[in-house]
């Protein structure tokens, strides 16, 4: 199992026991805020995609007049001519203009002419466009609009001028220059602070590290996609064509795909729905889990019944903002019935198993039942998850080879998720000869087990049960609790080293199987002689319990020991704490307690949060104000030891 956790390092835990949650409540708010921002994210995305996509007729839409990347004006349209064909004439009339000018040397002037039939506007004594009603004035301001084009074209056309001149390019060469040496200085010292940050990561891994390196990662490609976007923008043709691809980028997300009844479905109005319905799903999950752990949880109803409460809030949440966030996209029903009945009659035909895959492994990605990393076993094949997609799902087996399964198998049938309890069980049998002493083999077999290893957990401690009788002899199972499922074949080669050095240490034998020959159907004098020439043991006799003393077997708690580990130098913070104006000395957070337990005594988080009430029961800690029991929250405890040393100094302070 070692090469599976080498090909899958970015998956599994790189400790054998579960990673402390260290600072739980704050992860726990940052957890929730990105969602939460993640949300909006998504909603003001979805707005500005609603948006665009409102039909228009192309009759009278207006187009603009674009010169060199650079966007002058709008113009309508005029008679039977188009807008899109005004502005094209008009484009391509400036750009004639400009390059006469190039070559003459001295830019382009606009200039207004009145006419019989409106206001005209030429270009170097050509005409360019003539004024209509649907440009935006009405015929009294037509002579206000035209000085308002002229001083646009006239403005746009300058500067396209001077970006042809040699003099231009040049200085464009230098800033482009300029701006990419300032980029890469901003490279180099994010990934100084990278790489200075990594190496805090390793020395002392926190949440936080995680999310400051995935910042500065977005930031060097923010650096590098200013600088791209500034180079774009220094030149005409390189704009030129930044323009035009985000143009064709707008037209393929704007236009129409089909029609949906009386509504017109774009890509725009696609992609804003299923985001939009993301953010439902993110915003519904995140009020459903709060639902559950801070108001369901009060009313001390069966856990049962809070996750049906939970499920049916969930699903209707979802199914009512679906329907709303579908009506406001402009989905008509009626059609959209008719369109998955005939849908449903195609895939009830011959798309019964893809779409069953399909819609499970929607599931799968979903509710999440397994995860990418995770040892799993559907059926007889057992090995990690490598990939969940679609309609299948890779996971890697000890062989090293890939096995691809339908993901309706994951859904429909039993799946053994090692890694979601959080805890492994590993077992080791053992067979000893009848006439061992029981209750001496126990004891040697459960010191075997307690020999200290890096992967066995302390709490719950290793176990011995005596099984069964068998006919080769007594059975014993030896049981050690682990994290790592991938650690398993490691811990038992460990458990069986350590059995056979302790039962050949306290002089116990391994049973042997007992090979009988019956002899009842030969001849009474050939029995007679055959047992004379070979004695056989037909029983075996009992075996002597060793003289020397049991093996010592440590206690699961030794409170004494933990609390004072707990209050040392390496122990919980232990300090003064304010809260709501008031001043609680010498306390300790709870969730640190349980972090510290699990790291120090490693122990599951179970099992800490157990040994801590633990602790609460026997009077070596309590609630500040005796109002909870132990739990895995910020709240405030103390030792009743400290408490009572603070006590003694103040009152030595008072006489």
Same mark, same amino acid.
């Given at each position: 199992?070692?090469?599976?956790?080498?090909?899958?390092?970015?998956?599994?835990?790189?400790?054998?026991?579960?990673?402390?949650?260290?600072?739980?409540?704050? #992860?726990?708010?940052?957890?929730?805020?990105?969602?939460?921002?993640?949300?909006?994210?998504?909603?003001?995305?979805?707005?500005?995609?609603?948006?665009?996509?409102?039909?228009?007729?192309?009759?009278?839409?207006?187009?603009?007049?674009?010169?060199?990347?650079?966007?002058?004006?709008?113009?309508?349209?005029?008679?039977?001519?188009?807008?899109?064909?005004? &502005?094209?004439? *008009?484009?391509?009339?400036?750009?004639?203009?400009?390059?006469?000018?190039?070559?003459?040397?001295?830019?382009?002037?606009?200039?207004?002419?009145?006419?019989?039939?409106?206001? +005209? /506007?030429?270009?170097?004594?050509?005409?360019?466009?003539?004024?209509?009603?649907?440009?935006?004035?009405?015929?009294?301001?037509?002579?206000?609009?035209?000085?308002? =084009?002229?001083?646009?074209?006239?403005?746009?056309?300058?500067?396209? =001028?001077?970006?042809?001149?040699?003099?231009?390019?040049?200085?464009? *060469?230098?800033?482009?220059?300029?701006?990419?040496?300032?980029?890469?200085?901003?490279?180099?010292?994010? +990934?100084?602070?990278?790489?200075?940050?990594?190496?805090?990561?390793?020395?002392?891994?926190?949440?936080?590290?995680?999310?400051?390196?995935?910042?500065?990662?977005?930031?060097?490609?923010?650096?590098? &996609?200013?600088?791209?976007?500034?180079? *774009?923008?220094?030149?005409?043709?390189?704009?030129? =064509?930044?323009?035009?691809?985000?143009?064709?980028?707008?037209?393929?997300?704007?236009?129409?795909?089909?029609?949906?009844?009386?509504? #017109?479905?774009?890509?725009?109005?696609?992609?804003?729905? &299923?985001?939009?319905?993301?953010?439902?799903?993110?915003?519904?999950?995140?009020? +459903?889990?709060?639902?559950?752990?801070?108001?369901?949880?009060?009313?001390?109803?069966?856990?049962?019944?809070?996750?049906?409460?939970?499920?049916?809030?969930?699903?209707?949440?979802?199914?009512?903002?679906?329907?709303?966030?579908?009506? &406001?996209?402009?989905?008509?029903?009626?059609?959209?019935?008719?369109?998955?009945?005939?849908?449903?009659?195609?895939?009830?035909?011959?798309?019964?198993?893809?779409?069953?895959?399909?819609?499970?492994?929607?599931?799968?990605?979903?509710?999440?039942? *397994?995860?990418?990393?995770?040892?799993?076993?559907?059926?007889?094949?057992?090995?990690?998850?490598?990939?969940?997609?679609?309609?299948?799902?890779?996971?890697?087996?000890?062989?090293?080879?890939?096995?691809?399964?339908?993901?309706?198998?994951?859904?429909?049938?039993?799946? /053994?998720?090692?890694?979601?309890?959080?805890?492994?069980?590993?077992?080791?049998?053992?067979?000893?000869?009848?006439?061992?002493?029981?209750?001496?083999?126990?004891?040697?077999?459960?010191?075997?087990?307690?020999?200290? @290893?890096?992967?066995i957990l302390r709490h719950p401690p290793p176990k011995v049960k005596f099984r069964q009788y068998s006919e080769d002899g007594l059975q014993f199972r030896v049981v050690a609790f682990i994290c790592d499922p991938l650690k398993q074949p490691k811990v038992r080669t460990h458990l069986y080293n350590q059995i056979e050095r302790y039962l050949r240490k306290y002089g116990v034998e391994v049973a042997r199987p007992q090979q009988d020959l019956h002899l009842k159907d030969l001849d009474p004098e050939i029995y007679a002689w055959l047992r004379s020439q070979t004695p056989v043991k037909y029983r075996p006799e009992p075996q002597e319990t060793p003289s020397m003393e049991p093996p010592a077997i440590k206690?699961?708690?030794? =409170?004494?020991?933990?609390?004072?580990?707990?209050?040392?130098?390496?122990?919980?913070?232990?300090?003064?704490?304010?809260?709501?104006?008031?001043?609680?000395?010498?306390?300790?957070?709870?969730?640190?307690? +349980?972090?510290?337990?699990?790291?120090?005594?490693?122990?599951?988080?179970?099992?800490?949060? /157990?040994?801590?009430?633990?602790?609460?029961?026997?009077?070596?800690?309590?609630?500040?104000?005796?109002? @909870?029991?132990?739990?895995?929250?910020?709240?405030?405890?103390?030792?009743?030891?400290?408490?009572?040393?603070?006590?003694?100094?103040?009152?030595?302070?008072?006489?």
């Amino acid at each position: 199992m070692e090469h599976l956790k080498q090909r899958n390092i970015n998956f599994l835990p790189s400790s054998s026991f579960p990673l402390p949650s260290s600072f739980k409540y704050v #992860s726990k708010l940052q957890k929730y805020g990105f969602r939460l921002i993640l949300a909006l994210c998504i909603c003001l995305l979805s707005i500005f995609l609603f948006s665009p996509v409102l039909a228009e007729d192309a009759t009278s839409v207006k187009a603009p007049v674009v010169l060199n990347g650079r966007e002058l004006l709008e113009v309508g349209p005029w008679g039977n001519i188009t807008a899109q064909e005004r &502005a094209t004439f *008009i484009t391509s009339t400036l750009e004639s203009a400009l390059a006469e000018s190039i070559e003459q040397g001295k830019p382009p002037e606009i200039t207004i002419e009145p006419s019989d039939r409106g206001v +005209v /506007l030429k270009v170097n004594n050509r005409f360019l466009v003539q004024l209509t009603e649907e440009d935006g004035l009405n015929s009294m301001y037509s002579e206000v609009q035209a000085q308002m =084009w002229q001083e646009q074209l006239q403005q746009g056309l300058d500067l396209c =001028w001077q970006e042809e001149t040699p003099s231009y390019t040049s200085s464009a *060469i230098k800033k482009l220059i300029f701006a990419f040496v300032i980029a890469l200085l901003l490279q180099g010292g994010l +990934v100084l602070l990278f790489r200075y940050i990594l190496r805090q990561k390793i020395k002392n891994p926190q949440r936080w590290h995680s999310s400051q390196l995935l910042g500065l990662v977005l930031l060097q490609v923010g650096v590098w &996609a200013t600088f791209i976007k500034y180079g *774009i923008q220094l030149f005409p043709i390189t704009r030129a =064509w930044f323009y035009e691809a985000f143009k064709l980028l707008d037209t393929t997300f704007n236009s129409r795909m089909f029609k949906l009844g009386e509504e #017109s479905i774009s890509l725009s109005r696609i992609l804003a729905i &299923a985001l939009t319905i993301v953010a439902l799903w993110v915003g519904v999950s995140w009020f +459903v889990r709060i639902l559950k752990s801070r108001f369901l949880s009060l009313t001390e109803a069966d856990r049962s019944h809070q996750d049906t409460i939970a499920f049916f809030v969930q699903y209707g949440l979802l199914s009512i903002g679906a329907v709303l966030i579908l009506n &406001a996209g402009g989905v008509d029903f009626q059609s959209l019935a008719i369109l998955l009945g005939a849908l449903g009659v195609g895939i009830g035909f011959g798309l019964q198993n893809i779409v069953k895959d399909f819609i499970c492994g929607l599931i799968l990605i979903v509710d999440r039942p *397994i995860k990418v990393g995770e040892l799993v076993q559907v059926g007889e094949f057992q090995g990690l998850v490598q990939r969940i997609g679609t309609r299948t799902t890779d996971i890697s087996n000890i062989e090293r080879y890939i096995i691809t399964i339908p993901n309706s198998r994951f859904i429909e049938g039993e799946v /053994l998720n090692w890694n979601r309890s959080g805890i492994t069980r590993v077992k080791t049998y053992v067979k000893l000869p009848y006439g061992t002493d029981i209750d001496f083999v126990y004891k040697v077999l459960l010191a075997a087990a307690q020999v200290e @290893h890096p992967d066995i957990l302390r709490h719950p401690p290793p176990k011995v049960k005596f099984r069964q009788y068998s006919e080769d002899g007594l059975q014993f199972r030896v049981v050690a609790f682990i994290c790592d499922p991938l650690k398993q074949p490691k811990v038992r080669t460990h458990l069986y080293n350590q059995i056979e050095r302790y039962l050949r240490k306290y002089g116990v034998e391994v049973a042997r199987p007992q090979q009988d020959l019956h002899l009842k159907d030969l001849d009474p004098e050939i029995y007679a002689w055959l047992r004379s020439q070979t004695p056989v043991k037909y029983r075996p006799e009992p075996q002597e319990t060793p003289s020397m003393e049991p093996p010592a077997i440590k206690e699961e708690y030794d =409170w004494e020991a933990i609390a004072t580990a707990m209050r040392g130098a390496n122990g919980v913070s232990i300090k003064d704490r304010k809260f709501q104006f008031k001043k609680f000395k010498n306390v300790f957070f709870g969730s640190d307690a +349980v972090e510290w337990l699990m790291i120090h005594e490693r122990a599951t988080r179970e099992e800490a949060i /157990l040994m801590g009430q633990l602790m609460l029961e026997q009077g070596i800690i309590h609630h500040v104000l005796d109002e @909870h029991n132990f739990k895995d929250e910020p709240l405030f405890y103390r030792f009743y030891n400290d408490e009572i040393e603070s006590n003694l100094s103040t009152n030595s302070q008072t006489d």
